[in-house]
């Protein structure tokens, strides 16, 4: 297993074992913090009650140690890793949720024949675990479950899934009986009993809502200066992505004003024009003094790395591939972690769901039969009103952000409509939605999307090439700020992240945000319509997908949809 | 001879409520009456889809959702629920549905489940019509539910007939008491701490659910009590949200009283090991279904002594039922047991006095015993 995780953590490997317990903990390290020999994982403390496996950051830790110092906890190296043990040690479960940070690990507390599983509060990164016949696995890739022989039988439903959503939502996985530990939860296995609970970790606190639009703004302005000033930590070179859109550029703007000169930052460009941001990055770059790295894509790059890219993303997405190209030139520029700015458009509405949540309500009014005639419609775009048949949160969200409808998952999968339909909706993990305003959309955006398809594909695109991507935007506390925000003051019907652009006025230049947005997006459409195979519909197997193949060389098709069939033939 | 039973609901697993919780039991009971006898059950749902089954009540072959379609549902009743012998309504809201099973089919026997509130109240001419000429029997969840169904609608004693609600099959039965430590830390509680809880539904539109009360008495309680805690926990609507937060500002109760929201069921149980004293002083309960879940895990509850909670407690067997409009009554016994807590052995008498009373194997047999009444009549 460790082995097949190598990719991530390129500086170290070690093992624990524990006989009487029957366990194993394995690491790969990629040193960030205290680089020396003491940093070696699995790791226990100076008495060794406790050991643990772990991957991520505790920005905190410096704090945190002070306060266990106090407490008599003795320290032998300066470490996050043994930051966490000594927090448990002193404070057992409650110490979860004093971490602040990007973290994953499996801690056991020898005494208590107990281990931990924890994953960070925003699910940055990735736990999957699998249980059979009283027997715990985990690992950070499914690859490395599989891999190791323990979870080989796939799971039926993932390629349903899959087609429907553009990626294997949570909890689920490609493989039977593999499940993504939710954010924010722990699992406790006991060694004894050979069983597990689940629970949320959560403190829950009491906070007066900001009504106030200028204290919401100070609020804002000082919480994301502190996140970033805090995500800042490391003792391995870090920097930032830049893209050119308002969230990049204010990560930029605001790690530069502590990092100065050591900041380096990554970019990148294209020949072809409509996608060549270069104008907006230089406007950003020119304020900020280190480094600056950028980068040509092209689409000669694409054809020769997407054989890579697929077997880096350890289970099938639509999206990622962005990622995986900056994360390859910030690796080969020296960098082992870089800020994004992931989160901002979930946390202030970004994206256009938040504006149509309000005809998503009024067209919940009218009754759920009539839209089944809407999968007839031979475009692509009302094909998916079908989804409001199913009167079904899952069907709300796929109408916002799905790529196929049921009955085209169907067709392409040559299976029954019933089967489909009772894959994707028997979810009881969604709540019931019933506002359709801009606190609903920001729930679809950051428990769904975001979680589900950014998260997920940065991370496990970042590792591939030992690069850890931190997100400043959903630092717990900015997060938990941002969302304590009255939905009046939060949102802007006519501009999005108005708040947040507002908060940062005097140091984000009015062109960077008063422009359509973009996003951080490829020429993929081009691209995959000249890439060899992609484009061959005698390659893909059925009717339905030939044709669909047929629409995309038309340029009628999205090139997510094709990239998905191309993700399924592959797995044939 | 095989027979065909079919329970009509409104909802009974895409939300969760008391009249919810009460149809999961009476469908698993049905289902697995029917399977031991080789008749036909099969559960409808008007407002639930079909893809809220939860499986383990049973099999998804007998159960139709109808996803607020009353018209699939009446072509269905049309087509299916004319040929069955007995038709068991689960909410008076669906009586024309029933009047029409009966008028095309009058020899099915069509039964009401009375809840509550529902039916303790003034009915349309269709619902009076339907209790008065078509039902067959009126299945009363409680004692309570039987008088006022005597007192409003002036049914015979013999067509009302009390069967009081059982534990959830699925719901775990804890056989340590520990407070969970998850919870302890999610509240922020420390060891000594005094918990008081309360699960319902916080809704403006229902205003008798009593826990205002419970408030006021945990203002007065705190200077007797430091490290007294009041978890109120149930989805609640803006309106009542902002009521409650008032209320709990004027109590100066701030510190003690968290709010939780919606709780879910998989951590039901932990809430009620987490507390010290349940406490509904509810106006309007039919039965209160949660009584009886917080006895199976050895909690002690306080109730109102003016409707249908007193059966879940055994008029005074398992809990303590009080005048709800008087506080002083409310917060001396509140005092009383969280001064005298009960012991492990006390907590461990309630659990399996609670079980043995409403265990789902005697609902069941209560159950059979009413439809071979019925059958063989």
Sequence with gaps: MCLTLQHGGPDDEGIFSDDRAGLVFGHRRLAIIDLSAKGHQPMADVNQKAWITFNGEIY????????????????????DTEVIIQAYLHWGMASFSKFRGIFAFALYDIEKALTYLVRDSSGVKPLYYHIDDGQLSFASEVKALKSAGIAVEPDSNWRVRFLAYGHIPEPYTTQKNVFSLPKGEFLCWNHKKQNCEIHSYHVITREKKITDTAEAREAVRSALTCAVKRQLIADAPIGVFLSGGIDSSLITLLANQHKRAQLKT??????????????????????IEGEKYAHLVRQDDFNEFLPQIITDMDMPTTDGINTWFISKYAHEDGLKAVLSGIGADELFGGYPSFRRMKMLKK???IRPITFRIAKYFASDRFKKISFLAYNHPTADYLLLRGHYTPADIAGILDTDLRNVENILFNNKQLPYISNYDEADAAWFETNMYMQNQLLRDTDVMGMSHALEVRVPFLDEDFKRLAENIALEVRFNAHQPKKLLIDSFADILPRAIWDRSKMGFTFPLQQWMREHPDINNETLYKGKRAQSIVKDFKQNT????????LYQIRMHE | MSKKIILLTL????TTGGIQKMTRTLAHSLNHITEQNHWDFKLWSLYDSRYDLMGQYLA???????????ARMGLKTLTQATKADIVIISHINLALIGLVIKILNPKCRLWLVAHGIEVWRQLSFVKRTFLKRYCDKVICVSGFTKTQMSNWHQLSDDKCVVLNNAIDPFIRQPDEFEKPEYLMNRY???????VIFTLTRLASSEQYKGYEQVIKAVGSLKPGFPGLKYILSGQYDAAEEMRIKDLIRACDVEDEVILTGFLNENELVDHFLLADL?????KKEGFGIVFIEALACGLPVICGNADGSVDAIRNGELGIAINVDNLAELEKTIIAYLTTPLTVAARESLQSRCLSYFNELDYRKNLLRLINDKLTA
């Design chain 1, 60 to 79: 905190n830790y410096a704090e945190l140690k002070q306060q266990l110092l106090l407490l008599g906890a003795k320290f032998y190296s300066d470490t």
């Design chain 1, 266 to 287: 990554i970019s990148i460009f294209f020949n072809e024009k409509a996608y060549d941001e270069r104008a907006f990055q230089n406007m950003i770059l020119k304020e």
């Design chain 1, 363 to 365: 067209m919940h009014k």
């Design chain 1, 557 to 564: 098709m999205h090139w997510s949809k094709i990239f998905a």
């Design chain 2, 11 to 14: 909802q009974t697993f895409s």
């Design chain 2, 60 to 70: 998804a072959e007998n159960f139709a959702g109808f996803g607020r379609s009353k």
């Design chain 2, 188 to 194: 922020s509680l420390r060891s000594g701490d005094k």
């Design chain 2, 278 to 282: 349940f406490v509904l002083p509810s």
